[in-house]
């Protein structure tokens, strides 16, 4: 029995090692975000896949200052640019006062609550990274309906160098002219 028990642990601490050599650490928010610049309409550029979004194209999310945080609206469309829309609301607020790169957002009235950071934020060429507290989803947001090529192709690259898996990446079409 005794023997038993040492190799269950000693497969469980291997297990548990190879893990922890495995993992990447989660990368850290900017140092700053300047929360006016959050405010009005993003678009979704790229996404890591997730159930909510499945299939929507053309997404937008709409930041307007409320009180001390944020009313953000959600939306996208269904299949394709024209098709059903789909929309979500959410209360945002900076969880991180000295930096604002860390956002509690709540949905459903308060039932669903996730943490968000800004993983990277170039407000001179109008884009965001932005990921789940545990990097579990990531989307690249754009302050106009596309990016140019070079800098889209910068924005993916330092989202690779962030350590995230960019062939996963998935590029919704952008909303109609």
């Known amino acids: 029995m005794l023997k038993r028990l040492t190799v269950i642990l000693a497969a469980a601490a291997a297990f548990v090692a190879a893990q922890a050599v495995g993992a990447q650490a989660m990368p850290q928010p900017v140092p700053h975000v300047e929360l006016t610049k959050m405010m009005g309409r993003w678009y979704e550029v790229a996404r890591l896949p997730n159930m909510t979004q499945r299939g929507c194209q053309a ?7 409320n009180g001390d945080g944020f009313s953000v609206v959600q939306a996208c469309h269904r299949g394709t640019p024209d098709g059903p ?22 949905f459903f009235g308060g039932l669903v609550s996730q943490e968000y950071w ?7 060429e109008g ?14 947001m754009s302050q106009k309906p596309t990016l140019p090529a070079a800098i889209k192709t910068e924005a993916v690259a330092r989202i690779k160098q962030l350590g ?8 919704p079409l952008p909303p109609r002219s």
């Open 127 to 140: 884009w965001l990274i932005l990921s789940t507290h545990d990097g579990r989803y990531l989307w690249l």
């Open 85 to 106: 829309l789909a929309e979500w609301k959410a209360r945002a607020r900076a969880i991180d006062p000295v930096s604002n790169a860390k956002f509690k957002m709540s």
């Open 118 to 124: 800004v993983l990277d934020q170039r407000s001179d």
């Open 164 to 171: 995230f898996d960019t062939a996963r990446l998935e590029f």
């Open 59 to 65: 997404g937008t999310s709409d930041w307007t200052r």
